[in-house]
T-cell receptor, first 111, second 113 residues
């Protein structure tokens, strides 16, 4: 079966660092993606990991361990505008490489 | 990245009726995907639409309820048929680019009353 788990909600303080974890068990794997979704808007692409290790992109970094079926998204220097849902998704590696989405984590950044 | 235009952006429909959602991409793409996002939930894939062939539906979704057209490489439609309040969701079309996963249209917020 396909299973992707994330914490449902997290709260953090402006200026701080927050780590959002994602664990997955899928029949295939062709990359792990993180998306940001503000309320009422479509998801927007944040990062992509296909090999183990850390990918850094400005204030956002994403880590992958394929052997552990584990990823995290690290957000630094949090800003109020970072309050959003963060979605972890796995490419299933099939013919269409469709994405399987996790449950999503709602992050609230407080002053 | 592809630019995806989806319409309508929102609609309120009577139960028992049908709504067709359109998705236009600014470049030719092989695969287009239709997702549903129920209130407070993550995204669930409805089907994959490949030009020139029938759509491939995920478990729990059937063609009679969600017929899909894919007449060319830049356009697709999803119809939500015989709607009930349980169909109230956001419906999103997307295309995939290698290494970037899915890019999404702005979504259609459907309310069934």
């Amino acid at each position: 079966g396909q299973n992707i788990d994330q914490p449902t909600e997290m709260t953090a303080t402006e200026g701080a660092i927050v780590q959002i974890n994602c664990t997955y068990q899928t029949s295939g794997f062709n990359g792990l993606f993180w998306y940001q979704q503000h309320a009422g808007e479509a998801p927007t692409f944040l990062s992509y990991n296909v090999l183990d290790g850390l990918e850094e992109k400005g204030r956002f970094s994403s880590f992958l361990s394929r052997s552990k079926g584990y990823s995290y998204l690290l957000l630094k220097e949090l800003q109020m505008k970072d309050s959003a849902s963060y979605l972890c998704a796995v490419g299933d590696g099939g013919a269409t490489n469709k994405l399987i989405f996790g449950t999503g984590t709602l992050l609230a950044v407080q002053p | 990245s592809a630019v995806i235009s989806q319409k309508p952006s929102r609609d309120i429909c009577q139960r028992g009726t049908s709504l067709t959602i359109q998705c236009q991409v600014d470049s030719q793409v092989t695969m287009m995907f239709w997702y549903r996002q129920q209130p407070g939930q993550s995204l669930t894939l409805i089907a994959t639409a490949n030009q020139g062939s029938e759509a491939t539906y995920e478990s729990g979704f059937v063609i009679d309820k969600f017929p899909i057209s894919r007449p060319n490489l830049t356009f697709s439609t999803l119809t939500v048929s015989n709607m009930s309040p349980e169909d109230s969701s956001i419906y999103l079309c997307s295309v995939a680019e290698q290494g970037f996963g899915a890019f999404f249209g702005q979504g259609t917020r459907l309310t069934v009353v």
